[in-house]
């Protein structure tokens, strides 16, 4: 695996749930954000 591989699988769901905090409008999406 390269570092990219490895960053992307990590990254991505990271955001993913992110995404989905913020499309909640809950207090989540902004204790991630900082």
């Known amino acids: 695996m390269t570092p ?3 960053f992307a699988a990590t990254y991505v769901p990271f955001v993913a ?3 989905m ?3 909640k409008g809950g ?3 902004k204790t ?3």
């Open 4 to 6: 990219q591989i490895y």
């Open 17 to 19: 749930l992110q995404g």
């Open 21 to 23: 905090s913020i499309v």
């Open 32 to 34: 991630l954000r900082n």
């Open 27 to 29: 207090k989540t999406g």
